[in-house]
């Protein structure tokens, strides 16, 4: 099954029930296991940690597309759709998966004074947080190590790497606007056509006209539609889509940007380096340059 077919289709419902004796779950994915471990596109009510030890791979939530690079961690409010992070991940790897309601500790728990930051750090996860250098390995090692613990020290920890993710100034919020409960399921699964359309197409010239066919509407109907349930329009969409390919690409030192820019569905170089830098706030250059950086502080960081 390719990705595309992953996408087009109602995000299944996972149903988390966490052991006897547990109020949450963790578990250990490898490269052996993740992809028949967990469900493809997909949606839960609880809170989600992922931590990826290394390699790249890409982020795709709701209507947002991002790649990371050197592993990843990420926390995500409840009722995101989303891919497993690992779906197309080839190199050797572990990936931890916690999934948590937000009353896991009991209704009153989080009201506590002492969980204020914690309780706002889930209130800003509610549109996805990634995390990057030294918090994504303090916790991601605290998240290793729980795995093998009993279920009182693993709660302690779990509350630990929540609190450090809280303190952390090393995040990127992901600014996902998905009223997934919102909802209705016909205008979810017409989204989710949209967004294999986007996937198959966004190499080339796509026209509105195109993307409203998908769905059967007119294209006046099509761009209210999107725009009330994504908060932005498709042609914005298509080319944040578009840019988030190119980010991946640049990792590849021996792509020239015009060629990045051809194969991300830009024609016109220009233009390419206006809409990357409208989405990254960042030239492609400058881009690349950061993260020849970025990768090399966290190999040392790593070390």
């Not at 989080?110 to 303090?138: K, N, P």
């Not at 390919?245 to 220009?270: D, K, M, Q, T």
């Amino acid at each position: 099954m390719s990705q595309s077919d992953k996408i087009n289709k109602k995000p299944l419902f996972e149903n988390i029930r966490p052991t006897f004796g547990n109020s949450f779950t963790v578990r250990r994915f490898t490269e052996a296991d993740a992809e028949s471990s967990m469900p493809y596109w997909h949606c839960h009510p609880e809170y989600e940690i992922v931590f990826i030890s290394n390699g790249r791979g890409k982020r795709h939530i709701a209507d947002h597309v991002s790649h990371y690079f050197e592993g990843d961690l990420v926390l995500l409010g409840p009722n995101l759709p989303h891919l497993g992070f690992a779906q197309e991940l080839k190199e050797k790897h572990v990936q931890i998966v916690v999934q948590m309601r937000e009353d896991f500790l009991g209704k009153d728990f989080f009201e506590l004074a002492e969980m204020a930051d914690i309780r706002q750090l889930f209130q800003r996860a509610r549109s996805g947080l990634s995390f990057h250098g030294h918090t994504r390995w303090e916790v991601g090692q605290i998240l290793q190590n729980m795995v093998d613990l009993d279920k009182f020290w693993r709660m302690v920890e779990l509350l630990r790497a929540l609190q450090i993710m809280a303190d952390s100034q090393e995040v990127w919020p992901l600014k996902i606007n998905y009223l997934s409960l919102e909802v209705k399921p016909q205008d979810h699964q017409r989204m989710q056509s949209v967004y294999n359309f986007v996937e198959k197409n966004f190499h080339r010239q796509v026209t509105l006209d195109e993307a409203a066919g998908v769905i059967n509407m007119t294209t006046p109907a099509f761009c209210r539609f999107f725009k009330k349930i994504n908060h932005k329009t498709f042609i914005e969409f298509l080319n944040e889509f578009r840019v988030a390919h190119a980010c991946s690409l640049l990792a590849e030192e021996h792509l020239s940007i015009a060629a990045v820019s051809y194969e991300s569905g830009f024609n016109n170089l220009s233009h390419f380096n206006k809409q990357f830098k409208s989405v990254t706030g960042v030239t492609p250059t400058q881009y690349r340059q950061d993260l020849r950086q970025f990768v090399v502080s966290s190999v040392k960081q790593e070390g």
